[in-house]
């Protein structure tokens, strides 16, 4: 099993940033990837970005790159999403999962068997 917990969530002005967290505990030696996703009310969770474990390859949906940035802390068993430029459309609850098989599919949720309890994000016009 592998436990996570979402924290940085909060209230933020069009045009900020925030920086969440998501902390892994439990067996994350045999974690392969782990990844964002973010829902919003009335729509499907949608995946915005995810990290294979050990080659660190990065993957992003079109909607956040080059305004969302994972990364992860070895040492903190950690992985954040920094969220800069912020736009309304970015709020939802943020998820963050693991999963601990090989997939080389990233952006579905079906392909993730850990998840957090979320962190709401919303982005003030």
């Known amino acids: 099993q592998v436990q996570l917990v979402e924290s940085g969530g909060g209230l933020v002005q069009a045009g900020g940033s925030l920086r969440l967290s998501c902390g892994a505990s439990?067996?994350?030696?045999?974690?392969?990837?782990m990844a964002w996703f973010r829902q919003a009310p009335g729509k499907e969770r949608e995946f915005v970005a995810a990290m294979h474990w050990r080659s660190e390859n990065t993957y992003y949906a079109d909607s956040v790159k080059g305004r969302i940035t994972i990364s992860r802390d070895n040492a903190k068993n950690t992985v954040y999403l920094q969220m800069n430029s912020l736009k309304p459309e970015d709020t939802a609850v943020y998820y963050c999962a693991a999963r601990t098989y090989y997939s080389e599919t990233y952006t579905n949720t079906g392909f993730y068997n850990f998840w957090g309890q979320g962190t709401q994000v919303t982005v003030a016009s």
């Open positions: 439990g067996r994350t030696s045999s974690v392969s990837a």
